[in-house]
């Protein structure tokens, strides 16, 4: 399975992004699915979970302003992101939550700033 994400871009304080993750394979067998990022100098951290289910889990940082989703039909998991912050600033990347990581995608950046 390879991993594509998109949907990043430049938008200011306050504003909103949807990020698409498009999985080359089934996900569908892949219970927990995550959304990490990385900012510069800083270690990837995850910051957002989802279960087959549908349950989720998130980040302190950004509970409350990002939701995540998935359409196993679609093979893809998405992250909507609002009230965004200059510290949200970083490369976002999909891959699975629990488990051993499947290749890393090039990532989508994300930059927050006026």
């Known amino acids: 399975v390879q991993l594509q994400a998109s949907g990043g871009g430049l938008v200011q304080p306050g504003g909103s992004l949807r990020l698409s993750c498009a999985a080359s394979?089934?996900?569908?067998?892949?219970?927990?699915m995550g959304w990490y990022r990385q900012a510069p100098g800083k270690q990837r951290e995850l910051v957002a979970a989802?279960?087959?289910?549908?349950?989720?889990n998130y980040a302190d940082s950004v509970k409350g302003r990002f939701t995540i989703s998935r359409d196993n039909a679609k093979n893809t998991v998405y992250l909507q992101m609002n009230s965004l912050r200059p510290e949200d600033t970083a490369v976002y990347y999909c891959?699975?939550?629990?488990?051993?990581?499947?290749?890393w995608g090039q990532g989508t950046q994300v930059t927050v700033s006026s």
């Open positions: 891959n699975k939550a629990v488990g051993r990581s499947l290749p």
């Open positions: 394979g089934s996900i569908f067998s892949i219970n927990v």
């Open positions: 989802i279960g087959s289910g549908g349950s989720t």
